[in-house]
């Protein structure tokens, strides 16, 4: 049986572009290095061939120093592609930049309606729903905009409220199998997992909640070596990749790719 939550045939990712160094973050860290973030990046994409999928990697936008976080400006479901409006004004121009890629990589391509906002890291799938995660990115009008969207892709949308804190609904979360959830203690608290199996990440290791599960594998940042270990010890296979640049701007494994089956 195949899962359209995790079973992907390809994945859109776009290479970071040497602006990536201005991205937006929460707290300065100090700046990415471009070079050992495009290695990093080289290293993910092999990671998502390795597990099953055919990687198209769009060229750098230097006008957009997040566009390498391509999971924002776009939502793909069974194939269809959602363009959404990404709430940090710097990044909304990003929207329409995809647009035509998605046109050339998807089965159909429609525009999430204004006024509201949108970003994909705010939506986490299971098979048969699209949970959205209200942040200072996601608004309730964008993610009202979306229900009507998503139901005729055959999806059922339930809004949620992201704890203040957190940047991203998936910043803290993300899907480990048709039923079950990775996610933070906090988040996790928040309720928002209902119906579905909850692994917490252990204290020290929050950034680990940032994993992708991609056919076979969940691919996990590395240096969670108690989360590589539940997750292991619970029967799932873990590839790890090194995110130390991504991080600096507030990007994740989930951040760096569109994931979708056609
Ligand atoms: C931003 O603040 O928009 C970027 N620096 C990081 C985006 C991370 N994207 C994601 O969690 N989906």
């Given at each position: ?77 069974n194939g269809s592609a959602i ?19 998605l046109d050339?990589?998807c089965r159909a391509v429609i ?41 005729d892709l ?109």
């Open positions: 049986m195949t899962h359209p939550s995790h079973h992907f045939t390809h994945a859109l990712c776009r290479a970071p572009a040497t602006s990536v160094t201005a991205g937006l973050r929460a707290a300065d860290r100090g700046d990415p290095d471009p070079h050992l973030f495009a290695a990093q990046h080289g290293a993910y994409v092999a990671a998502l061939e390795q597990a099953g999928c055919i990687v198209h990697v769009l060229p750098p936008l230097d006008a957009f120093p997040d566009s390498v976080f391509i999971e924002d400006p776009a939502l793909v479901l363009v959404l409006r990404p709430g940090a004004p710097s990044r909304l121009g990003e929207a329409a930049v995809l647009r035509p890629d050339r990589h525009d999430l309606p204004g006024p509201g906002f949108v970003d994909g890291g705010d939506i986490l799938c299971t098979d048969d729903r699209v949970l959205v995660g209200l942040s200072a990115r996601t608004d309730a009008v964008g993610a009202e905009a979306l229900r009507p969207l998503v139901a055959g999806y059922r949308l339930e809004i949620l409220r992201t704890p203040p804190e957190i940047l991203h609904f998936k910043t803290e979360s993300s899907l480990l199998d048709a039923e079950t959830i990775l996610a933070t203690p906090r988040l996790a608290a928040s309720g928002a997992f209902t119906g579905l199996r909850v692994i917490e990440t252990p204290p020290g290791e929050e950034a680990a909640a940032n994993a992708i599960r991609v056919n076979d594998v969940v691919l996990l940042s590395a240096g969670y070596p108690r989360t590589a270990d539940t997750l292991t010890k619970a029967g799932y296979d873990i590839v790890t990749r090194d995110t130390s640049q991504a991080a600096l701007v507030d990007g994740g494994l989930s951040c760096m790719s569109l994931r979708y089956s056609l």
